[in-house]
């Protein structure tokens, strides 16, 4: 795994579930992202999103009884918002069409179902943010990536 994938970049990760978190949290770090942030709810990561602009938020779906379309709504529809448009990938057990869907709707630029290669990780990380960085002004490109079951 190539470690300087995401070098200089500021990631949050956003899962409830303690022990998948700590793992892409360590994922990312080992990929080379210099500044890793991690929220375990909808609340915390909200407050960690107004405090600190980011390159790139990896997202769980399903939080604790609430979702991460919910985040994504929030900063999506909010202009003023310091991560407005900063690149969401919806990193989720879920393959289900209306799933993806939802999350294309509310504004998710890439979709990873777990588990997840760190190396894919990475790959749509720096994809999804050089698409971002391409988008002069307008709305985020949306890319949806479906995993084929071998």
């Known amino acids: 795994m190539p470690t300087q994938m995401l070098q200089g970049l500021n990631i949050l990760v956003v899962e409830d579930v303690d022990s998948i978190r700590s793992l ?3 994922l990312v770090e080992g990929l080379g992202a210099d500044n890793v942030c991690s929220a375990m709810d909808v609340d915390t990561a909200l407050t960690a999103l107004k405090s600190q602009v980011f ?23 909010n202009r003023a918002h310091p991560n407005h448009k900063t690149p969401v990938v919806l ?14 709707m509310a504004g998710a630029n890439g979709y990873l179902v777990k588990p997840v290669m760190p190396e894919v990780l990475g790959q749509r990380l720096r994809k999804v943010i050089a698409a971002h960085e391409e988008t ?8 949806v990536v479906w995993r084929r079951s071998i």
């Open 24 to 26: 892409i949290v360590r």
């Open 55 to 77: 390159d790139a938020v990896l997202l769980d779906y399903e939080l604790g009884g609430r979702d991460g379309i919910e985040i994504l709504t929030a900063i999506r529809n």
């Open 91 to 104: 990193l989720t057990g879920h393959a289900e069409s209306h799933v993806v869907k939802e999350a294309v």
């Open 136 to 143: 002069l002004g307008g709305n985020p490109a949306t890319e």
